[in-house]
Structure formats: structure tokens, C-alpha cells
């Protein structure tokens, strides 16, 4: 993606975007930032998170999610006006994490489109950009040591 012109929406020209399923990292920035009633479930691991996040989200990786859903449900209904959106890397992860958390009752949750990947590029350009492979994270461009 880092090669990837943005449309007007701050997705890559040539993305499936998914409306029914996702909202666009410029569309959630704009509800955080506005103070909207949102909760960003972050699905990755412990090490791409303390890499980079966005700032007020919680983690809850997927492979924990089913277990730990009943804390998300909970949140929900405290405060049922609540929108979920989940984050990953990329945007595959979030969505199984918005289908498993729609599974479990909750009905107002979408993925973020692109994850932390389109976050960094269009969003918010202030939150590092990186590679992974396993449990294991660099800087985007730097070589794994």
C-alpha cells in the first residue's frame, strides 16, 4: 500500500472498499476527533501495538477476541449509542473481529479499511508505519536486525 495514490477518501484508488463492513480511517479520525461515541478494538499483537496505535483505542488481539468479547459486549451496553470499529494492520484481521463481534450480538461494529497501514498513510501520518512477520516488528524500509 505504501505506493498507493489516495482517492478523496483517503483509500487507494484501486481498494474494494466494503461499506456495509468498513469505515475509512479519515472517517473514524473525524469521529474521534469530533469527540464521537466510538470504541477502536485493535485485533493486533502486543508488539505491533506497542510499535505504533492510535491513540485511545484497546487492545484486544484476535486470537483472544471470542474469548474476551463478553468485555467489549459489556462496554456496548453501557453504552449502547456506542459504534465499534475494529483496527489491524491491513484490514483482514479487523474484519474477521467485526464478523466474530457482530456473532456475539453487537450490531453497530465495522472494520477500520487498510488498518494502521491506511492509517499512517492517509490519517494520521504521525503513527510510524511498519513490517512484521510473526511476533516480530520493524520500521517500514528498515531491514530486521
Not at 123 to 133: F, H, L, N, T, W
Request: aromatic share 6%; hydrophobic share 40%.
Amino acid at each position: 500500500m505504501s505506493g498507493a495514490q489516495l482517492n478523496d477518501r483517503g483509500l487507494p484508488i484501486s481498494y474494494h472498499f466494503k461499506p456495509e463492513w468498513e469505515v475509512t480511517p479519515l472517517e473514524t479520525k473525524k469521529m474521534l476527533d469530533e469527540g464521537a461515541n466510538v470504541l477502536v478494538v485493535d485485533v493486533r499483537l502486543k508488539p505491533e501495538w506497542d510499535f505504533a496505535h492510535v491513540k485511545g483505542s484497546v487492545l484486544v488481539p484476535l486470537d483472544e477476541l471470542e474469548a474476551r468479547a463478553g468485555e467489549i459486549c459489556s462496554m456496548v451496553e453501557e453504552n449502547p449509542t456506542c459504534t465499534v470499529l475494529t483496527l489491524c494492520h491491513h484490514g483482514v484481521r479487523s474484519l474477521k473481529a467485526a464478523a466474530i463481534l457482530r456473532e456475539q450480538g453487537i450490531a453497530n461494529v465495522k472494520s477500520i479499511a487498510g488498518g494502521i497501514e491506511l492509517w499512517s498513510l492517509g490519517a494520521d501520518r504521525a503513527v510510524p508505519r511498519y513490517e512484521r512477520q510473526g511476533a516480530k516488528v520493524w520500521a517500514a524500509g528498515a531491514r530486521p536486525g
